[in-house]
Antibody, heavy 122, light 112 residues
Framework: QVQLVQSGAEVKKPGASVKVSCKAS????????MHWVRQAPGQRLEWMGW????????RYSQKFQGRVTITRDTSASTAYMELSSLRSEDTAVYYC???????????????WGKGTTVTVSS | DIVMTQSPDSLAVSLGERATINCKSS????????????LAWYQQKPGQPPKLLTY???TRESGVPDRFSGSGSGTDFTLTISSLQAEDVAVYYC????????FGQGTKVEIK
């Protein structure tokens, strides 16, 4: 079955970076896109960016531009999201979520990972 | 950026009764070239990721019970649960994917 398995919880200090992985299985990785969405405690879902898993093209939310990098490793069917210059407000659950097509980011999210909790604290 | 606003923030409905959630976008999410509304609805239960219910405003995702239906066009959308079941207790989010995706603040549905 289609599955997205994310890496485990992280605790980081302010100013550090975090890299979250999302391993896909049950489908052809390169024919879909992958979104990254976060949810801070008590807050709404927030879109961070997207990658075309086929050609590696990316698109980022202006809010995170310059701090977020989304990459993929097609040989491992894995997408990655790295967020730098962490601050306490970045404490959140980070989700990867599949886009039903790879060609552009203007799609909904049909399969979600279980989420990775990132805590930023001194 | 497109701002999504849901109403109400929470509602309590009796089992078997209808639940209606509204979602309004700050600008139209209807793409004229393909006549599609770039609007999806999700259900999120505590400790779980969101689950896709409907997309293109009214297309139900495979496996989603037919008591869930989406409607609307342009800037005004509705998710209707025709006969509320106990397992429908959750927070529901609308999302636009017309222009750098954004979500509503969520609507919490409880049993009265």
């Amino acid at each position: 079955q289609v599955q997205l398995v994310q890496s485990g919880a992280e605790v980081k200090k302010p100013g550090a970076s975090v890299k979250v992985s999302c391993k896909a299985s049950g489908y052809t990785f390169t024919t879909y896109g992958m979104h990254w969405v976060r949810q801070a405690p008590g807050q709404r879902l927030e879109w961070m960016g997207w990658i075309n898993a086929g050609n590696g093209n990316t698109r980022y939310s202006q809010k995170f531009q310059g701090r977020v990098t989304i990459t993929r490793d097609t040989s491992a069917s894995t997408a990655y999201m790295e967020l730098s210059s962490l601050r306490s407000e970045d404490t959140a659950v980070y989700y990867c979520a599949r886009a039903p097509r790879a060609d552009n980011s203007y799609y909904y999210m049909d399969v979600w990972g279980k989420g990775t909790t990132v805590t930023v604290s001194s | 950026d497109i701002v999504m606003t849901q109403s109400p923030d929470s509602l309590a409905v009796s089992l078997g009764e209808r639940a209606t959630i509204n979602c309004k976008s700050s600008q139209s999410v209807l793409y004229s070239s393909n006549n599609k509304n770039y609007l999806a609805w999700y259900q999120q239960k505590p400790g779980q990721p969101p689950k896709l219910l409907t997309y293109w405003a009214s297309t139900r995702e495979s496996g989603v019970p037919d008591r869930f239906s989406g409607s609307g066009s342009g800037t005004d959308f509705t998710l209707t649960i025709s006969s509320l079941q106990a397992e429908d207790v959750a927070v529901y989010y609308c999302q636009q994917y017309y222009s750098t995706s954004s979500f509503g603040q969520g609507t919490k549905v409880e049993i009265k």
